[in-house]
């Protein structure tokens, strides 16, 4: 005779999964949402980047304003060692 599965293990399986899940989408959209902001500012469109801003949370702009002085930092050195190279 077949054994039953454990329905109770295994609705908060589903349910652990479905968090992850929707925890990922959320990531991903956070993620989609800064790569739109730099694509304005990458086009100068400041009213498009300033929409995209004000749609973010202010967690999200904050992480976004530190990973963006991050990328200024690392432009700003790769640019030093190619001028200082003969």
């Known amino acids: ?3 039953q599965p454990d329905w ?3 609705t908060k399986q589903i349910g652990e999964a479905a968090g ?3 925890e990922a989408f959320k990531q ?3 993620t989609l949402a ?3 902001a730099m694509g304005w500012a990458y086009r100068g469109d400041l ?3 300033q929409a995209t801003l004000g749609a973010m949370t202010p967690e999200h702009v904050a992480e976004l304003s530190s990973a963006a002085a991050l990328l200024t930092s690392a432009c700003d050195e790769d640019l030093r060692r190619r001028t200082q190279q003969p």
């Open 8 to 10: 109770d293990k295994v």
């Open 47 to 49: 009213q498009q980047l």
């Open 20 to 22: 992850k899940a929707a």
């Open 34 to 36: 800064a790569q739109s």
């Open 1 to 3: 005779m077949e054994q």
């Open 28 to 30: 991903v959209g956070r």
